[in-house]
Structure formats: structure tokens, C-alpha cells
């Protein structure tokens, strides 16, 4: 199995040489939720565990001085993202952190959401402060079947064909209708519409390709490359020693402007507590809960008590329809 | 007698030989008919340019403006096929006729058409030269509103009153006109808060600055900074926030957001509004900051 973080662990430890010989310049790793930056710090801190302290910076919010006491020369500061809320007061946590990094002589290896580390790239202009960035990849086809692969013999799992009858039933070219007011009278006007996804699978169709070559390929653009989402999917699909081939496009999301900013506030923290979410929508008249409530029914958040998660199946077209409004920048 | 008449009648009737200075135009009620349809046609085919071009814009979100820039061009090139095929293949003028045609819509120009002739040239000067596009946000002879469609004849706005203004191209293009996106999505908005000069200025630029850059309609990039600034007025300040909306549709909403944020916050922190009746509301020049 190829090891991930090669790229990044090969960065890092340049970032981490520098240091020791006078140069500093301060590390962010930027990635989407589910790409794995718990595991890459997990690695960092085996590599210079004499000498760092790792925080994450929900417990920074209140005060810095927990760092000022720890006795480590290099600084591993998780989810950074959480030190700013979007609401008017939001950013003095990080602020303060931000000034404590001018003027310390530690070594800071962050990492940060993308959502969050754009929008404060715009506001605060983070990459003056971060000298050093990493943007961790998405995984190709091949890569990702070799990630979840790792543990089986070949030959060991059986990957059944998927269900053709629905797919075969779609047409590529469908008949909408719109409703336009003529003449004081209502009339539907038909239009056409051409499905994508029917395209595509036809395509794959007839292609003649093997069962785990469809699934991969399929589970590749699902996941969008993120390997958390490849993984949550994969278990999903498992069923020892088979794997079914069920997987879903996810759903285009039809949300209204106010649904599609509390959608984008849970996405830049990647899980946001209600009580954060109340912050920033109460101002603006929209009740926190009953936004959450519909998020979850709409298959886009999961609720567990009072956290909100983004859901990881749900994060690519969550992106995407973020994207177009460009609430995501 | 009568038989004579009759006679007399019937020759200059069926005279194939009268000789005549009038070209035959080859005008009938078939023509006719034909070319109603033809125009009846390029009307049905113009609707539906338009509501496909409108539908796929609202689809293609970040390039809205850029679809619904060509819904006039469409238009022009769907009325303008249409005239030449009625000029050319209804009518099958030849160069004689083609000549009389002209002498003829000349005349009628120079009386009566000029007008319209003009209102026609001056939107296919607007879709050539662009000096604004459907979209925009422009302000044309003292209405301001966004410009939903550039037709043969007129340029039409909608106000923020939900007022549709129709402007004639002729008149569109010899206005001075204001265009505040230029074809682009996002839109500058200017939102001036007026306070105490007793007040805290720096924090309120503070917060006028948190509310702008955390509003949900905000669009920040290196190209799109968010300015606060400050001017002193003998008994009030003005604290200004320049910042641009991602859709320009959201301007009014952007501006009611960031107003009432900021003004609760301004409460909670003692920042006061001007005493009454010192503030001049007569508006700032076009070289103000």
C-alpha cells in the first residue's frame, strides 16, 4: 500500500529542519472536511513528539495562555478554523491568535478547513501569517481502491454488478414543464431536459468495463477524491465477502438563501454547535433549530445533540451548490 | 351607349399593356400573409430565446450576466433573419425592387419612422457597444432599477419599487448614464451610518466592519476589499462601509442586514446616533469618498 501524506509528511519535515537552523515560518494544512488531517497530525506528532505541544483551538477560544505555560518549541494547532465566529465580536479569538504568532519564536503547524481558511484568507488575510501551505490532494481512482483494498487478498471480496434496471429505465432526454401566466391564463410549457447522469451511465455501460472498475470509478466521483467520504461509502457497500454496487449520486440540493448560509456556516467548521448556529442566524430572524431540523431532513447535516455535522456523502454536492451561490468562495 | 362603356370598361380593365412608372412590387394577400406569419414566427422563436436564456442563466449561477447578455443579441439576429427572409424570399425583391423599396421606406422614414428608426439603431448600438447589458444596475435619466430586457425599441428597468421604466434607445444613449456592476455579478454598495461626534468612531468603523464582512450577501477578493471609512462632520460622523454583494440582486437585503447588525451592536456598546436634526441629508458629491 502506498503511503498517504508522503508529499505533505516530506513538507512538513523541511518546515520542521528550517526551524532548527533559525528559519521559522509557520505551517497551514488546508483540506475539506473528512480528508484525514487528524491522521497527518497524528504522524507530525510521532515525529517530534520531545518537542511540541498539540491543541486544538476549541480550547484557545477563551484565552491563549494554556500555550504560554506548555514547555514545547514546535506548536500543533487543530481545527485553527474555530477561533473565529462570523458574527460582529467573531474574530477577536483570532486576532489574538494571529498577534501572538508575530511576535512568538515557536514554530505553529496548523490546520484549517478550507471553507473557513479562504473566507478568512479574504477577511484577515491569513497567508501572510502562514508563510508555508499545504493543500492536502484528492485521491485518484486507482489510489483510493488501493486505500481500501489494503487489507484483502486478492480475489478475497466479490463486487456484484449494480442494479441496471432503474439506470436502464432513464432517459437521456426528459420533458420538463414551467409554469408561465399568458394572457391571464396559467399554461405548463414543456421543455427539454438532458440527464447527465443517464449519460454517464451509459457511457459506462457501454464500455465494457469489469464490476470493481465500475464501482471504483463510481465511488471516485461520489466521494469527489476525499478519502473520508470514500471510506464512510465503502463500509456501507461492504458486505463480506460481497460488495454491492448500490452507490447513489447525491440528490442536486434545492435550499432557499437562508438554508444555503446555514448549510455553508456548518461546512466551513465542519460541525458547528446549535448554540453557534443561534449566534449567527438569531440576528437575522431565522430560528437555528428549525434550520438544522430541515438540514438533517434534507440528508445534508446530522444532528447529535446539540452538534450539528456536515454528512460526509452529502459534502461534494454541498460544495457544489455553495460554490455556484458563492457562499463558498 | 351602354354597350360602349361596357366596352371601354372592359378594355382598360384587361389592358396587360398599360404602360406605368410604378415597378410591380409583386405585393399580394398571399405575400402579405406570408410575411405576417414569417414575423409571427421570429416573435414565438424570440419568446423562447429569452425564457431559455433566462431559465439557463438562474442555472449557471456565477455566470448570469454573462448568458443573459446575449438574450438581446438573440433577438436582434432572430428579427433581423426574419426581415431578410421576408425581404428576400417572401417578397423575392430584385435589385429594381429593392431600390423602389428603399426610395419608398426612405420617405416614410423621413416623415414618419425616423424615430423609430432611431430607437432601432440605438439598440443595436447598446448590444454592440455595451454600454450597459440585461442585468446592470444603471440609472437612466434619474430612475434607477436593474435593466431586464433591451428590446427593438426600448430599454427596460426594473426599480427597486418594483416600477417597470421603459427608456427608449434613442433616448438610453444620449443620457448620462450610470452603470453600477458593468456587467459584472458582483455589485459595489455604499452603507453610511451616521453617529455621535461623542462616540466612539474607531469602534464603531469596528463594527461596521464585522457586520459588513460577516453578512451572508458579502463578496470579498483581492479585486472586491471591503473599505470602512470615517469623515467628520461639525456635529456628526459618518462612518462608511464600501464592500460588494455576490449578486447584484441582493443589494437592498445586503444593505438592511448590515444596517441592523450594526445598529444593535452600536446600542449594546453606547455608540450613539446623532442628535436630531444636525445630520445633512442632502448627499455627498460624486468626488466624495
Not at chain 1, 510521532?46 to 506548536?75: F, H, T, W, Y
Not at chain 1, 438533517?296 to 460554490?323: F, N, P
Given at each position: ?329 | ?21 410604378i415597378p410591380d412590387l409583386g405585393i399580394n394577400s398571399y405575400t402579405v400573409i406570408n410575411a405576417l406569419l414569417v414575423l409571427a414566427l421570429a416573435y414565438v422563436a424570440a419568446r ?242
Amino acid at each position: 500500500m502506498t503511503p498517504r501524506f508522503e508529499e505533505e509528511i516530506s513538507l512538513i519535515k523541511k518546515v520542521i529542519v528550517d526551524f532548527g537552523e533559525g528559519r521559522r515560518s509557520n505551517l497551514a494544512i488546508i483540506s475539506d472536511p473528512f480528508y484525514g488531517e487528524s491522521e497527518l497530525m497524528d504522524r507530525v506528532e510521532g515525529m517530534i513528539e520531545d518537542v511540541c505541544i498539540r491543541i486544538n483551538a476549541q480550547s484557545l477560544i477563551q484565552s491563549l495562555e494554556i500555550l504560554k505555560d506548555s514547555p514545547g518549541k514546535i506548536v500543533i494547532v487543530e481545527e485553527a478554523h474555530r477561533l473565529y465566529r462570523r458574527t460582529i465580536g467573531g474574530f477577536d479569538a483570532m486576532n489574538r491568535f494571529l498577534n501572538m504568532l508575530l511576535f512568538s519564536d515557536r514554530l505553529f503547524i496548523t490546520t484549517w478547513n478550507s471553507a473557513s481558511w479562504r473566507y478568512l484568507d479574504e477577511v484577515l488575510g491569513l497567508g501572510r501569517h502562514f508563510p508555508q501551505k499545504v493543500s492536502l490532494s484528492k485521491m485518484k481512482t486507482d489510489e483510493i481502491r488501493e486505500m481500501l483494498l489494503s487489507g484483502y487478498e486478492e480475489g478475497e471480496l466479490t463486487f456484484l454488478e449494480g442494479e441496471r434496471g432503474d439506470e436502464e429505465k432513464r432517459k437521456i432526454l426528459k420533458w420538463a414543464g414551467r409554469k408561465k401566466a399568458l394572457m391571464g391564463h396559467s399554461l405548463e410549457i414543456p421543455y427539454p431536459m438532458v440527464d447527465v447522469g443517464s449519460i454517464r451511465s451509459h457511457l459506462d455501460r457501454s464500455e465494457k468495463k469489469s464490476p470493481d472498475e465500475v464501482f471504483f470509478e463510481k465511488l471516485a466521483r461520489i466521494s469527489d477524491g476525499n478519502p473520508g467520504v470514500a471510506e464512510l461509502l465503502w463500509k456501507e457497500a461492504l458486505d463480506y465477502p460481497e460488495v454491492r454496487n448500490a452507490l447513489k449520486d447525491p440528490p442536486s440540493i434545492d435550499l432557499s438563501r437562508e438554508e444555503s448560509f446555514a448549510l455553508s456556516i456548518v461546512l466551513s467548521m465542519g460541525s458547528a454547535k446549535l448554540a453557534y448556529l443561534s449566534d449567527v442566524l438569531e440576528p437575522l430572524g431565522i430560528s437555528a433549530q428549525n434550520i438544522a431540523n430541515l438540514l438533517e431532513e434534507r440528508g445534508l447535516v446530522s444532528i447529535d445533540g446539540e452538534v450539528a455535522s456536515m454528512r460526509a456523502e452529502a459534502l461534494k454536492s454541498a460544495l457544489e451548490h455553495l460554490r455556484r451561490l458563492r457562499l463558498v468562495w | 351607349m351602354a354597350d360602349n362603356s361596357v366596352a371601354a370598361y372592359s378594355n382598360l380593365s384587361g389592358s396587360a399593356n398599360v404602360p406605368s412608372n410604378i415597378p410591380d412590387l409583386g405585393i399580394n394577400s398571399y405575400t402579405v400573409i406570408n410575411a405576417l406569419l414569417v414575423l409571427a414566427l421570429a416573435y414565438v422563436a424570440a419568446r423562447i430565446a429569452v425564457f431559455l436564456l433566462t431559465a439557463l442563466s438562474e442555472r449557471v449561477y456565477e455566470h448570469r450576466i454573462t448568458v443573459k447578455m446575449t438574450i438581446p443579441i438573440a433577438k436582434f439576429i432572430i428579427y433581423g433573419f426574419a426581415l431578410y427572409h421576408i425581404a428576400g424570399s417572401v417578397f423575392q425583391l430584385s435589385a429594381v425592387q429593392l431600390v423602389a423599396f428603399w426610395g419608398i421606406a426612405g420617405a416614410a422614414i423621413g416623415f414618419g419612422l425616423k424615430d423609430r428608426v432611431a430607437e432601432i439603431v440605438g439598440g443595436i448600438v447598446i448590444v454592440l457597444d455595451k454600454p450597459y447589458q440585461v442585468g446592470d444596475k444603471v440609472t437612466i435619466e434619474d430612475y434607477y432599477g436593474e435593466v431586464r430586457d433591451i428590446g427593438i425599441r426600448a430599454t427596460r428597468l426594473v426599480t427597486p419599487d418594483d416600477n417597470l421604466v421603459s427608456v427608449s434607445n434613442q433616448q438610453a444613449l444620449n443620457q448620462i448614464l450610470a452603470n453600477a456592476n458593468a456587467g459584472s455579478q458582483e455589485m459595489m454598495v455604499v452603507i453610511d451610518l451616521f453617529i455621535d461626534s461623542s462616540s466612539d468612531a474607531s469602534r464603531a468603523m469596528e463594527i461596521l466592519r464585522d457586520a459588513t464582512v460577516t453578512s451572508r450577501y458579502v463578496y470579498i477578493s483581492d479585486k472586491r476589499p471591503v473599505t470602512i471609512l470615517l469623515k467628520d462632520y461639525p456635529f456628526y460622523r459618518r462612518v462608511r462601509s464600501k464592500a460588494y454583494v455576490y449578486d447584484l440582486r441582493d443589494e437592498f437585503p445586503f444593505e438592511t442586514d448590515v444596517t441592523k447588525r450594526a445598529w444593535d451592536a452600536f446600542e449594546a456598546e453606547g455608540i450613539e446616533p446623532p442628535k436630531a436634526g444636525v445630520v445633512d441629508l442632502g448627499g455627498g458629491s460624486a468626488i466624495d469618498s
